[in-house]
């Protein structure tokens, strides 16, 4: 939300103050936002039912408060000054209404993210979607939905971790470099409508960037929430990608949320607690932890994740394809090649795969390889010309000369 938008351009910071409602009696839920003592801040305090016992409590700034309000509306909470609205519109023959709509018509046309979010309302309203054999609520589609890939192939080994996810479990995927951990969850949550934020731990997440800092804007010192409370906050799903190099303190922190009613702890910003939205989900991708400890060697830098952490999480192992269900993903995706094209080059992604496992290779091989160095070889029709830029530039010369190699192997074999 911002000054642009048609819904608010009629409400200062002054007006945002109030009790926002739904529901009636014990369904009763309601919000109530106060200014704070702090300059640009306010206090929001939330509850259920007849009577004003708070149960969430906690500050922010003008920023967080709008995006809130937003929220608040799409659930369906209204304001008593907006209820007044309503009111006189109806007894003006809705014109309120009817401008309403225009603007928002208008900011739709001016928004690509909005007509997204339209365009994935109209796929249905179904409560649920079906991904393998598990009925998964549906989210609220948002910017940060990831793209369906609907050649991605959903298997039978998914439909524990499906439903994991559906029961608020916290799920960690372990397994080689380029197996698909993170691509699961990206895709259950693109058939789902729900934002998905990703924290790598490979050097590129600090603790500030994880929790939150305190900065200077326009004079004022004003925190900024990292990538965890954010999640939390606004029900997105947070992959924790390459857990097994985090730092100690990010572990830390994440060991208070991993259970399914735990809350965040800032510390920082005076010991707030930050509730889970319902829809907030925790995952962690790890190369080197639990059943997987004995390829620590191949991940340089990777940490041993203890019993008592591991135990906290649902920690499944995630290989790659086999063959035929690889095959599948490659019709699926490029529907000119043939079946024993498809076939025999998944059969060199495996070799390939079962080399680096030994040692033999440095570097693994994705599926997302695989399919690039299918397409280059539709388009040039030249196995080879094809490999180099989508396989040999990207490893050493010892690798390319044993990739290629296994390549031949499976090539003359055919022939």
């Known amino acids: 939300m911002n000054a642009s938008d048609p819904a608010w351009q009629d409400e200062s910071p002054e007006d945002l103050p109030g009790l926002y409602s739904r529901g009636v009696g014990r369904a009763r839920e309601w919000w109530r936002v106060t200014p704070s003592e702090r300059v640009h801040m306010y206090r929001i305090e939330h509850g259920r039912g007849e009577h004003d016992e708070v149960d969430i409590d906690t500050v922010v700034d003008l920023d967080n408060l709008e995006a809130k309000l937003l929220k608040w509306r799409r659930e369906g909470y209204v304001c008593a000054t907006q209820r007044d609205e309503e009111v006189r519109a109806a007894q003006a023959g809705s014109a309120f209404a009817s401008a309403l709509r225009q603007a928002v018509a208008s900011a739709r046309a001016e928004r690509p993210e909005r007509a997204l979010v339209a365009a994935r309302r109209l796929r249905g309203n179904a409560a649920t979607v079906r991904i393998g054999r598990v009925d998964v609520p549906r989210g609220e589609p948002n910017a ?230 299918a397409e280059l070889m539709l388009r040039t029709g030249d196995l080879e010309r094809a490999a180099s830029p989508a396989i040999y530039a990207k490893v050493s010369a010892d690798d390319a000369a044993l990739i290629r190699s296994i390549i031949r192997h499976h090539v003359i074999l055919d022939a």
């Open 144 to 373: 940060l939905v990831p793209r369906v890939n609907a050649a991605y192939l959903f298997t039978e080994r998914d439909d524990d971790i499906v439903q994991d996810i559906v029961e608020n479990r916290r799920v960690m995927l372990i397994g080689h470099t380029g197996s698909g951990k993170t691509s699961f969850i990206e895709q259950v949550a693109a058939r789902a409508d729900y934002g998905v934020l990703r924290a790598n731990m490979n050097g590129q997440t600090t603790i500030s960037d994880f929790v939150g800092f305190w900065t200077v804007k326009g004079g004022e010192t004003i925190w900024i929430d990292g990538v965890l409370p954010v999640a939390m906050r606004e029900g997105y799903w947070l992959i924790v990608d390459e857990l097994d190099f985090a730092e100690p303190s990010i572990l830390a922190v994440l060991t208070a949320v991993l259970e399914p009613s735990g809350r965040l702890l800032l510390k920082e910003r005076g010991n707030e607690i930050v509730e889970a939205h319902p829809s907030f989900r925790l995952f962690a991708t790890a190369n080197a932890a639990g059943a997987m400890s004995a390829y620590r060697h191949l991940y340089q830098g990777a940490n041993l994740l203890n019993e008592a952490f591991l135990d906290r999480w649902r920690v499944y192992v995630f290989d790659y394809l086999p063959v035929e269900e690889e095959t599948e993903v490659l019709l699926r995706t490029l529907p000119r090649l043939t079946q024993p094209l498809a076939q025999t080059l998944a059969a060199i992604a495996a070799d390939c795969r079962a080399a680096f496992a030994r040692e033999d290779l440095a570097s693994a091989f994705s599926t997302r390889r695989l399919i690039d160095w």
